[in-house]
């Protein structure tokens, strides 16, 4: 059974910072690309930055110089470290696992920037 666990999200002011972190299992993690992405209420959802299994990552416009995905294989863990955030980076952060076909997405953790 593959699951996507995000975790580290929570309030935080604006200018602050918050490390997320999605633990996998069931899948063989290192040959998965990893992103990360976000939704606000009554948004889509948007990719905000993805790695490759080589480790080569990119990054939405609104999140360059800011956020810095990583990835550890030896513990199937991809890694979000966010600086500088704003009241606009509120929203639900998924990750997603991503061979060919192959989908898989986590449950969401909350992250709301607010003074």
């Known amino acids: 059974q593959v699951q996507l666990v995000e975790s580290g999200g929570g309030l935080v002011q604006p200018g602050g910072s918050l490390r997320l972190s999605c633990a996998a299992s069931?899948?063989?993690?290192?040959?998965?690309?990893m992103s990360w992405y976000r939704q606000a209420p009554g948004n889509q959802r948007d990719l905000v930055a993805t790695?490759?299994?080589?480790?080569?990552?990119n990054y939405a416009d609104s999140v360059k110089g800011r956020f810095t995905i990583s990835r550890d294989n030896a513990n199937d863990t991809v890694y979000l470290q966010m600086n500088s955030l704003k009241p606009e980076d509120t929203a639900v952060y998924y990750c997603?696992?991503?061979?060919?076909?192959?989908?898989?997405w986590g449950q969401g953790t909350q992250v709301t920037v607010s003074s």
């Open positions: 997603k696992a991503r061979l060919f076909r192959q989908t898989y």
């Open positions: 069931g899948i063989s993690f290192s040959n998965y690309i």
């Open positions: 790695i490759g299994t080589g480790g080569g990552t």
